[in-house]
């Protein structure tokens, strides 16, 4: 159903919730994610350098701006909102950058772990998913010693669907179609 999200309409963001701001990216957030995607911590479970340049990040935020122009959505910007801090990221990509399923993807800093922020944002997205973007499935994969990912996942009211190969690597999947399966975690 990825052609759901394919339309021309006003996507309304930012997406707000009791703790967090979900906005848009820009490249003002570039030092920031720099420091996050730098940290070994947080790049164990994911597929980036954590030695990348700052140049490479500029990139990155790059393609996520162009991500969101072309499809109406990206890995957007966490804001906490007690402290005006980038948290992280969450939001949704095109698998592999092409498809045709359609993945919630999240990181965070090591700062913000703990807090249940991965889970309040991931509930956000996916209910924005569903209610703005017309998604009518949605797929989140994380490497299966990931247990943190994991519990996340299950929280939000995603269910383990297979095990697959992603990114060059072996991954647990999982999946979403019915709205009513968010969790309020």
């Not at 996050?36 to 500029?58: C, G, H, K, Q, Y």
């Not at 005006?84 to 772990?113: K, M, N, R, T």
Request: aromatic residues 10%.
């Amino acid at each position: 159903m990825l052609d759901a999200c394919w339309h021309d309409e006003f996507v309304p963001l930012p997406i707000e919730t009791e703790r967090l701001i979900i906005r848009s990216p820009s490249f003002e957030d570039v030092e920031a994610f720099h420091d996050i995607m730098t940290d070994e911590r947080v790049t164990e479970f994911l597929p980036i350098d954590p030695n990348a340049s700052i140049e490479e990040s500029r990139r990155r935020a790059e393609r996520r701006m162009q991500h969101e122009v072309a499809h109406g959505f990206t890995l957007w910007t966490v804001v906490d909102r007690a402290t005006g801090e980038i948290a992280g990221a969450c939001g949704f990509f095109l698998v592999e950058g092409v498809g045709p399923e359609i993945e919630l993807a999240y990181h965070f800093s090591a700062d913000h772990w703990n807090k249940g922020f991965a889970t309040e944002a991931a509930i956000a997205c996916l209910r924005f998913g569903f209610e703005e973007l017309k998604l009518g499935r949605i797929v989140a994969m994380t490497f299966p010693e990931n247990f943190a990912s994991r519990r996340v996942l299950e929280k939000v009211g995603m269910t383990l669907e297979r095990k697959a190969e992603y990114y060059g690597r072996d991954m647990v999947v999982y999946a979403i179609e019915d709205p009513n399966d968010i969790s309020a975690a």
